[in-house]
């Protein structure tokens, strides 16, 4: 039985989401198939982007990460499989796969172009069901890696937000805001040590409101803000038993100082 992880910006509401799991059990019946968010903001590649990035170390070997969030379905952007020593990626080549992928370093990239594999009709507007899905259910499958098409030497990237830094300061932004109202960012546990000294404290930039940086939530009262390392293990603002995102106004991009 093969593990099928599935990011998509196909919602709860519509059937979009579910068609596309039926699509791909007709070819795997046995497929394991774990949604690890369809609540992707629509066309949101940055924020697809980095969910794949936060978790997919996470999973066994082999597993086939499917990620569609397609803004460019219907053009001449092309349809990608990325295969690293551990894991598959499948999605468009939009750079939705890029920050994974710079993670994992060594793989090797083949363009979708297997027609034998699809289905004899695809939507110019759904090809999470009509290829992005079946492609990752054939890999799932065991199907031979080289037989999906072409290799390509080069993937769209998507650019990581700028982190500066000195030995007295980083500044980065936040690149992800969670449905607890915590706000991820750019800083991760790599970065922290390019300081001279064990830093202390986070500043907000916008507002320079200033948080303590703290191991978990309980360690200021309740209301209070604080910075920690999340378990994704990058640096997030948050507020004790509130949301932050919504109390200090923070969005995508807003810059986070560590002091």
Known sequence: MGIIALITDYGKNDWFAGEMKGAMLRIAPAAVIVDISHDIPAGDVSDAAFSLLACFCTFPANTVFCVVVDPGVGTGRAALVAKTDAF????????????????????????IENKELLPPLISNTFHGRDIFGPIAAHLSEKTDFAAIGPVIPDIVQLP????????????????????????????????????????????????????????????????????????????????????????????????????
């Open 88 to 111: 598959f990626f499948v999605g468009p080549d939009n750079g939705v796969l890029s920050w994974a992928l710079k993670k994992e370093k060594t793989f090797t990239v083949r363009r």
């Open 160 to 259: 990581w937000p700028a982190l500066v830094h000195d030995k007295k300061y980083l500044l980065g932004s936040i690149v992800h805001i969670d449905r607890f109202g915590n706000a991820v960012t750019t800083i991760d546990e790599n970065s922290l040590k390019m300081l001279a000294h064990a830093p202390t404290k986070v500043r907000v930039v916008k507002y320079g409101t200033e948080l303590p940086l703290c191991g978990y939530f309980q360690q200021v009262p309740s209301g209070q803000g604080l910075a920690y390392t999340g378990s994704a293990g990058y640096l997030e603002i948050a507020i004790n038993n509130a949301n932050a995102a919504a109390i200090f106004g923070l969005h995508i991009g807003d810059k986070i100082e560590v002091l």
